[in-house]
């Protein structure tokens, strides 16, 4: 037996040209898998983890899903508001720590404008509970003296080249509306976030009371015909916030937050719902991550055709090795060891193929994970395979040893068929 | 040592046999040559000697063993023990070494190995005297068999025959690719080890010029009663 595995070595060696292509495409679709199953559970728990550190998600009755897309991912909008009181109310339960208000509604050349309060930047956790980081400036403070400033997500500031000091002006709803830009009152830019890989990204922060000047002179979503309140009268309106969005809200105990569920959803003020981020955010990832499973077929069909490579380039071999079995047939091999022969090659091909895939898997994550978190936020994890990637790796070693039996097989009856005399 | 009686053997799909031999008997140490036209059923019929195929009728008998009366498995380690097979051409596996090709046997047959060893201290040994005899330089025993002409090639196939003493040697047209003085120079290295080793020898040629250097001249058409060699016997 080790005879026949040193001529194994020995002949794949001679033949190693052909037999490395067949290698690196093995190597090559046990890469796309892998690295496709790793960005596909990284970006889904990147996903899961849009908000983080906030307990519940507060906002009008309505459908979870679609209150955490215009709470987290601010798409679409809310059919209802909720009124300031009743939040103040739920900011007096017993179990509560925090209330962070969220208003939408306007935006800027299609990222979306958020009302908030300073709060927010201390309360807002993402990914494993990290903190939002302001690469420049600071944020906007509270109240009259934080009016007209504007603290901008990463993606913003690139997208639209901002610095520090720039102004800007903000669009009614989601802009297209000839006449609704909020151009009398142009915003400040005093902070820049670092890039998160969240929708805050892509978001401008503004106050409260900012959001309330800019709507001072507007009714009904147009402004008031013959009413012009200049940028620095309305400092003197009562801008406190009659109503908001949704709201984030800290507990002092995770243990109470079906305790806390269960109050908002009973409020008699107004109908309410409060949900849990984490599993709202699971649901609409079941919607949206629809595409990852005709990603996941694509890459299925790569190594479907690199094992086709396989069976070709080792079936096309055979005629050539037909002497080669001939040889050894009369030095006393069996046709069953021309069959280990052939499995064997294939076997080891598709498992050093394997290695390599997994290897050049590891060797990608470890140096695109910081462009790839710089530049499209994900956070890519190295780490020991996960279940799935061992099974995908089982899998095309599987396949590539099954693959191998069909010129293994073939070779097995040839060598039936020629016995000593391959008629090539 | 080489026992035929009522031998029919037909290739599967085949209507008619193509090998069909009442009696044929080479005692040991004989060197026979076997003389027959291409298309003659030679190749079959050195198969079926080597234990490689089996006849459909009838028996082949090597040392006093019918090969039909061994499993797969045992037809070949019996063959590796016994019977050294030098081809036409194309003997050698062309990533091993000269030294490697010739040690061959000795991968498969521990039989062969050890005598071997015993004659020449260890496998490797015997295989360098080996080539040595039959007039490879010493340059080219760790050359690669690709790397080596046809008359070389087929001196290492000679070598690798008679490595560990098989008490049969066949082969199948191995002069038919060298020139005549290859030819002469194989032949002799040839008969001459095999004498050396008293093994039994069986040559097919169609190269009826070798046959008087043999014991024994046997005509492929005359034992193998086939109706077409028979035909093929009868248009000559």
Not at chain 1, 196 to 218: N, Q
Not at chain 2, 192 to 207: E, I, P, Q
């Amino acid at each position: 037996m080790s005879a026949l595995l040193t001529l194994a070595w020995r002949s794949s060696w001679s033949r190693r040209a052909t037999l490395s292509l067949v290698l690196l495409s093995v190597a090559l679709s046990t890469f796309l898998l892998l690295g496709f199953e790793q960005v596909r559970t990284d970006v889904r728990e990147n996903f899961s983890q849009s908000v983080s550190g906030t307990d519940l998600v507060v906002g009008a009755r309505t459908g979870s899903v679609q209150l955490m897309l215009y709470a987290a991912f601010h798409v679409g909008s809310a059919t209802n508001n909720i009124r300031m009181d009743s939040l103040a109310a739920i900011a007096q339960h017993r179990a509560v720590d925090w209330v962070v208000p969220l208003s939408l509604g306007d935006s800027h050349h299609g990222f979306a404008v958020l009302g908030t309060t300073s709060d927010y930047f201390n309360r807002f956790l993402y990914g494993d509970r990290e903190p939002l980081v302001l690469a420049q400036g600071r944020a906007f403070t509270n109240g009259i003296d934080g009016l007209y400033g504007a603290v901008l997500g990463a993606e913003v500031a690139h997208a639209r080249r901002y610095r520090l000091g720039d102004k800007l002006t903000l669009t009614h709803g989601s802009g297209g509306l000839p006449g609704s830009e909020h151009a009398d009152k142009p915003f400040t830019v005093v902070g820049i976030l670092a890039r998160t890989g969240t929708p805050v990204d892509r978001t401008v922060h503004i106050s409260l009371e900012s959001l309330e000047a800019i709507h001072i002179d507007w009714v009904g979503g147009a402004p008031l015909p013959g009413v012009v309140i200049a940028p620095e009268q309305a400092r003197k309106f009562d801008l406190a916030p009659k109503q908001v969005t949704a709201a984030l809200v800290g507990l002092k105990g995770r243990a109470a937050v079906f305790n806390v569920q269960r109050f908002v959803s009973g409020y008699a003020g107004e109908p309410l719902m409060a949900v849990l981020p984490g599993v709202a955010l699971d649901e609409l990832w079941d919607v949206v991550g629809l595409g990852e499973k005709a990603l996941l077929g694509m890459s299925a069909m790569v190594g479907v055709v690199s094992l086709a490579g396989l069976i070709a380039v080792v079936m096309a071999g055979l005629n050539e090795r037909r002497r080669e079995l001939a040889v050894l047939r009369a030095e006393g091999a069996g046709p069953r060891h021309v069959l280990l022969l052939l499995a064997g090659e294939g076997l080891m091909v598709t498992l050093a193929g394997a290695l390599l895939g997994a290897l050049a898997t590891g060797l990608f994550i470890a140096t695109s994970a910081p462009w790839v978190q710089a530049h499209h936020g994900v956070n890519l994890k190295l780490s020991v395979p996960s279940e799935t990637q061992w099974m995908l790796l089982a899998a095309v070693v599987l396949a590539g040893g099954v693959a191998s039996l069909i010129p293994a097989w073939r070779a097995y009856r040839l060598s039936l068929a020629d016995g000593l005399s391959p008629r090539v | 040592m080489i026992e035929v009686r009522d031998l029919r053997f037909a290739w599967p799909g085949a209507a008619s046999d193509c090998v069909v031999i009442d009696a044929l008997s080479i005692p040991a140490g004989r060197t026979v040559f076997l003389h027959g036209p291409s298309g003659g059923g030679k190749s079959t019929l050195l198969g079926l000697l080597a234990g490689v195929l089996l006849p459909r009728v009838g028996s082949v008998s090597l040392l006093g063993t019918r090969w039909a009366d061994l499993s797969g498995a045992r037809r070949d380690a019996f063959r590796a023990d016994h019977v050294g097979y030098i081809f036409q051409q194309f003997n050698l596996l062309p990533y091993l070494s000269a030294v490697d090709n010739v040690l061959l046997p000795c991968r498969f047959s521990r039989l062969r190995r050890e005598r071997a060893a015993q004659d020449g201290g260890s496998p490797g040994h015997a295989a360098r005297e080996l080539l040595e005899r039959v007039g490879l330089s010493q340059a080219l025993w760790t050359r690669a068999a690709a790397q080596l002409s046809v008359g070389q090639q087929q001196r290492v196939a000679a070598a690798r025959a008679l490595i560990g003493r098989p008490e049969v040697v066949i082969a199948d047209e191995p002069t038919s690719a060298l020139d005549a003085l290859l030819r002469d120079s194989f032949m002799d290295l040839l008969l001459d080890a095999c004498h050396a080793s008293r093994g039994t020898l069986v040559f097919v040629s169609h190269d009826e010029r070798l046959a008087a250097r043999f014991d024994e001249r046997l005509s492929l058409s005359a034992v193998n009663r086939t109706a077409s060699s028979m035909q093929a016997e009868d248009s000559l």
